[in-house]
């Protein structure tokens, strides 16, 4: 019966190896992971597009509930929709590069908030100035996260080396001072700590 269900299990593992190292499968996947980042990538994009609604369209609403124009309730939608749409986008895992359209547009909103005379969407110096921004969030971005990869590296080390410091004392502790009806407890216990560790 042993013998039986372990060749069944062995069948099964075969089966799923075939269908993992099946290049028409891993193709297949390949494509559903390429077209969900792309979806994901506009969805990103689309969450900075949103922001220039009330620039670029006009909606002839009746009901303005209280704004004091249409332009400034579409405004406010499209501000409240974008960072739930970016989250959406996000959580699809999108191609890195898309997060390039929200950090652009948002900072083109922010350029105008502190500066409303001056803005002009075809003015050129306002694009040079977001994508100036764009480039520094993003290799400051870059930064903070090689520093992080860094860090948690050596913390790695840290923590391997710490687990074979405390094996090497448990071990001499063991030889000289435990009683060898005591070992095997001791053994158990100090394992339980040094597999706490991780």
Avoid at 67 to 86: M, R
Avoid at 95 to 108: E, Q, T
Avoid at 150 to 173: D, F, G, M, Y
Wanted: a positive charge; aromatic letters at 12%.
């Amino acid at each position: 019966m042993k013998k039986l269900q372990k060749l069944i299990s062995m069948k099964s593992i075969k089966s799923i190896e075939i269908r993992l190292y099946d290049p028409e499968i891993k193709i297949n996947l390949k494509k559903d992971t390429i077209l969900k980042k792309i979806i994901a990538s506009i969805v990103v994009i689309l969450s900075g597009a949103i922001l220039f609604t009330d620039k670029i369209a006009t909606f002839n609403l009746t009901e303005i509930y209280g704004f004091a124009d249409e332009q400034t309730l579409v405004w406010l939608v499209s501000q409240t929709l974008s960072p739930i749409i970016l989250c959406i986008g996000v959580m699809l895992s999108p191609y890195k590069f898309s997060y390039f359209a929200p950090i652009y547009i948002n900072f083109i909103q922010m350029y105008w908030i502190f500066n409303p005379e001056a803005y002009q969407l075809d003015d050129a110096l306002l694009h040079v100035y977001a994508f100036g921004f764009c480039i520094v969030v993003f290799v400051f971005i870059i930064f903070v996260v090689k520093v992080l990869n860094l860090i948690h590296n050596e913390n790695k080390v840290l923590i391997r080396n710490i687990k074979k410091l405390t094996r090497h004392i448990a071990i001499t502790i063991k030889g000289k001072y435990i009683k060898e009806e005591d070992a095997k407890e001791y053994t158990i216990e100090t394992v339980k700590i040094i597999d706490s560790m991780d």
